[in-house]
């Protein structure tokens, strides 16, 4: 049975994601673990996955201790101290949805192994894993320090800047960012104002997915209030988005290639994952730069393999190994800051190469994808150089375009990336994968 996807569980609540399949997988966990911290983002069904989580947990035997609302970073870190973690998000998807994402002590979510042994354990929950004696069943306690203590870690590697010498427009769309993004960016010495830092899982204010079009007012506001930059997070502030001082949106490519040339030491390695613009390797000319499939964790895999300085996802998750495997747009946010203390960030995005990208999906039931895929693999070949790591890249002399199925919604994505005729390289993608569904 198949039950993560690339960021995790996740699925619409009470129908994909059930207490029944919570329960499950809590017994599933800890059958195998001693020790765990869970954590929830402010999602509606969150607390009620996050009781059905524990009750399986504890069953097995397992301690469990509750760090409440939090971030999925804070998470992460707060496992350091425990044999894993467990965090009930469905990250920057909207609010119909929950899931469960698990975590090592070393910031690194599950990997494919460790999910299959989850999975494998899952289907004979029912009928075969121990449920411990009335005896032995796991404790479980309430921790506050998380938040704190996330914050102090992130304090420690990032410079005071002077008070309120910069000012910055927050924007937590509701999500877990609130707990602890405002206090923490005014503690470095910013003049922060917040949009949307009051907690709520309807997401009422924007959509969840800190992307261009979720952030109208965000954009609007930072030219307003005369702000140097504008930041936005998703659900469970894992990732991090930001607008310059003009109030434009600040690419994820441009934001990777950014954070590289700051975080990639001369000789350097830089990890991104194949949907990533040429941008970021015509920056980095003094840094190889690796790419992976599409998805945090094999980012994060990687970085940790190769002992790489930096990596990212243009879709606002950036990893810092200096500080954890798990992506935190909180600490981002702040390295952010400390970077556009110096330079602005319009001046940062306008000396990187421009070329234009486009990026679109087309509806694909979920049986049919690998049909489709095959289809496009064999047309697609015709075209150049072809990678098949993750969806199909083919790669041409002014450009290159990318056809993948999406881990988590019935999409396939296509993008393309070209110094001239962008929209007719899309068109061919786009055609290929649309003759794959006739
Ligand atoms: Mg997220």
Redesign the pocket.
Do not use: A
């Given at each position: 049975m198949k039950l993560f996807g690339s960021s995790g569980i996740r699925g619409i609540t009470n129908k994909e994601v059930t207490v029944d399949l919570a329960l499950k997988v809590g017994l599933a966990l800890g059958s195998s673990k001693e020790s765990a911290v869970i954590g929830r983002d402010p999602r509606i069904a969150g607390e009620m996955i996050e009781h059905a989580l524990i009750s399986g947990m504890v069953s097995a035997g397992c301690d469990v201790v509750r760090v409440g609302l939090v971030t999925?970073p804070t998470l992460a870190h707060a496992a350091r101290n425990y044999d894993c973690g467990v965090m009930v998000?469905a990250?920057?998807n909207t609010s119909e949805y929950v899931g469960i994402k698990l975590w090592n002590p070393d910031g690194m979510a599950f990997d494919s192994a460790q999910q299959e042994d989850i999975e494998e354990a899952v289907a004979v929950a029912a009928a075969d894993l121990t449920h411990v004696e009335w005896n032995r069943i796991g404790n479980v306690t309430t921790d506050s320090n998380a938040v704190r203590e996330h914050s102090e870690m992130i304090l420690s590697n990032v410079k005071q800047i002077k008070p309120a010498s910069l000012r910055v427009v927050l924007d937590c769309g509701c999500g877990a960012g609130g707990t602890i993004t405002p206090y923490l960016l005014r503690e470095m010495g910013c003049d922060v104002i917040t949009l949307n830092a009051q907690l709520d899982g309807y997401f009422p204010a924007r959509n969840p997915e800190p992307n261009d079009a979720n952030l109208g007012l965000l954009k609007k506001a930072v030219v307003q209030f005369d702000a140097d930059l504008g930041i936005a997070q998703?659900?469970?502030a894992?990732?991090m988005m930001a607008v310059d001082e003009n109030g434009v949106f600040v690419t994820g490519d441009e934001m990777l290639a950014i954070f590289a040339g700051y975080e990639c030491k001369a000789g350097g390695m830089l990890v991104v994952p194949v949907d990533t613009s040429m941008i970021v390797d015509d920056a980095m000319p003094e840094s190889s730069v690796v790419r992976t499939r599409v998805g945090d964790v094999y980012v994060a895999e990687e970085i940790k393999r190769t002992k790489a300085d930096f990596g990212g996802e243009p879709s606002g998750s950036w990893i810092f190994p200096r500080v954890s495997y798990c992506p935190d747009g909180i600490y981002a946010a702040a390295r952010l800051i400390e970077i556009v203390r110096d330079t602005g960030l319009a001046d940062l995005r306008q000396r990187l190469p421009q070329y234009p990208t486009k990026r679109g999906t087309v509806i694909c039931d979920n049986d049919k994808k690998e049909s489709v895929m095959n289809m496009v693999g064999s047309e697609m070949g015709a075209l150049g150089k072809v990678t098949d790591i993750d969806g199909v890249r083919v790669e041409m002399d002014d450009g290159w375009l990318l056809v993948r199925p999406s881990g988590t919604e019935p999409k396939i994505r296509i993008t393309a990336e070209a110094r001239t005729g962008v929209d007719e390289l899309y068109e061919i993608g786009e055609n290929i994968v649309k003759e794959g569904l006739a």
């Open positions: 999925t998000t990250s920057h998703d659900g469970d894992d990732r």
